[in-house]
């Protein structure tokens, strides 16, 4: 992977969480993954309300690690 993109993945892991999921969720549309993988338009209405919800501040992003975490503790 050429240095430049290396450098410029540091830069973004340095954003606030909302800004990284801003900028994934840009990047992923415009990958086009519609055509190898084809999503429901129910699906889509709800990745849409989830992005929107994200984008406005409605919802708080948690790592992956304090998800688990959590679910560990509400179901043990």
């Known amino acids: ?6 450098d410029i993945a540091e ?4 954003l606030p969480a909302n ?3 801003y900028l994934a ?3 992923l549309e415009s990958l ?3 055509e190898d993988f084809p999503i429901n338009e129910e699906w889509m209405k709800e990745i849409k309300r989830r992005c ?3 984008d406005e501040g409605k919802v708080e992003l948690i790592s992956g ?6 679910l560990q503790r509400k179901y043990s």
Do not use: N
Request: hydrophobic share 40%.
């Open 11 to 14: 830069s973004i892991l340095t």
């Open 1 to 6: 992977m050429p240095k430049k993109i290396k």
């Open 25 to 27: 969720e840009v990047l």
């Open 65 to 70: 690690k304090e998800g688990l975490a959590q």
């Open 32 to 34: 086009d993954f519609e």
């Open 52 to 54: 929107q919800e994200i």
């Open 19 to 21: 800004s990284r999921a």
